[in-house]
């Protein structure tokens, strides 16, 4: 029998757990809005770029038309200032088309309807959410630096997952990963290298993402109660202590996958999502 406590703490962590989930759909929509408002400007910066390359072939034919008005140093450095613009602008195209594709995919992940299983390069999803994890903790934690070492399986096949919760799933443990090894780089003097390494692989009918850091690592009690609801070590503000519940959910009920993990109090921490492959 549970006594009337325990029903009541019960109902506190499920009124918890909705605000968590209101705050949270709240911030995809908020995702979904700025992703919207800042292809716009990308666009110009891409479509000018490309007007400017234009541009630039006119000025050479122009240049080539009076090249003998024109002595011949001085024409060699306008030829170099030239090659040199259009590499610039190519640049500019390149890297203004990564921006591009990336906020596509994070529009995919915050869009997609729910529990809808898309066929997904699992590799270039982890890749893209790693990076993102990074990203966001580097703007959040002060002295945020460390090495991530990738290492992703050629030939995977795409595998029908929900994307936008295998990749919250992975950033969730990315997000831990990155906070411990901040928290010892914090504790400990210097010599010491902050390293998260990323790996995913086939292991027979199985798919893992394994994601090791050389951080805190996890006493036994936390490694206990990390799945629990609302348990964190973190100060307040910094953990809601449901990342771990929430990719728990993700991986075993929604995508009938497993996590295992691996610490050494601190040492390291090794987090492996595995999930049965398909095709
Ligand atoms: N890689 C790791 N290294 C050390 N401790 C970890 C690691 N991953 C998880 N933990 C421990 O497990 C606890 C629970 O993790 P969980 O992700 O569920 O919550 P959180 O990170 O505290 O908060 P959030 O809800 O913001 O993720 C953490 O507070 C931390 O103590
Ligand atoms: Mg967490």
């Known amino acids: 029998?549970?006594?009337?406590?325990?029903?009541?703490?019960?109902?506190?962590?499920?009124?918890?757990?909705?605000?968590?989930?209101?705050?949270?759909?709240?911030?995809?929509?908020?995702?979904?809005?700025?992703?919207?408002?800042?292809?716009?400007?990308?666009?110009?910066?891409?479509?000018?770029?490309?007007?400017?390359?234009?541009?630039?072939?006119?000025?050479?034919?122009?240049?080539?038309?009076?090249?003998?008005?024109?002595?011949?140093?001085?024409?060699?450095?306008?030829?170099?200032?030239?090659?040199?613009?259009?590499?610039?602008?190519?640049?500019?195209?390149?890297?203004?088309?990564?921006?591009?594709?990336?906020?596509?995919?994070?529009?995919?992940?915050?869009?997609?309807?729910?529990?809808?299983?898309?066929?997904?390069?699992?590799?270039?999803?982890?890749?893209?959410?790693?990076?993102?994890?990074?990203?966001?903790?580097?703007?959040?934690?002060?002295?945020?630096?460390?090495?991530?070492?990738?290492?992703?399986?050629?030939?995977?096949?795409?595998?029908p997952v929900v994307p936008q919760d295998l990749s919250r799933a992975v950033l969730n443990v990315m997000n831990n990963a990155c906070y411990a090894v901040w928290e010892k780089s914090q504790q400990t003097a210097s010599g010491y290298k902050p390293m998260v390494s990323v790996k995913v692989c086939r292991q027979g009918q199985e798919l893992a993402v394994s994601i090791t850091d050389n951080g805190t690592g996890m006493s036994e009690e936390v490694k206990r109660r990390l799945f629990e609801t609302f348990f964190t070590t973190k100060p307040t503000g910094q953990g809601t202590g449901l990342g771990m519940y929430i990719t728990r959910n993700i991986i075993e009920m929604k995508h009938h996958g497993r996590i295992e993990f691996d610490s050494e109090e601190g040492k390291f921490t090794t987090f492996s999502l595995i999930i049965p492959l398909k095709g």
């Open 1 to 159: 029998m549970e006594t009337i406590e325990q029903l009541r703490q019960q109902v506190e962590n499920l009124q918890n757990q909705v605000k968590q989930q209101e705050k949270m759909a709240t911030l995809g929509l908020l995702t979904a809005g700025i992703v919207h408002e800042i292809r716009n400007p990308l666009n110009f910066v891409i479509n000018f770029s490309k007007l400017s390359d234009g541009l630039i072939k006119d000025l050479g034919d122009d240049l080539e038309d009076n090249a003998d008005r024109i002595g011949a140093d001085d024409l060699e450095d306008i030829r170099d200032l030239m090659d040199s613009l259009r590499e610039n602008l190519q640049k500019i195209r390149e890297h203004g088309d990564r921006a591009i594709s990336i906020i596509q995919n994070i529009l995919l992940y915050s869009r997609g309807k729910e529990d809808e299983f898309i066929p997904t390069d699992v590799c270039k999803l982890v890749k893209e959410y790693v990076w993102l994890s990074y990203h966001a903790m580097r703007a959040s934690l002060k002295n945020f630096n460390i090495s991530i070492e990738e290492s992703y399986e050629e030939g995977i096949p795409l595998q």
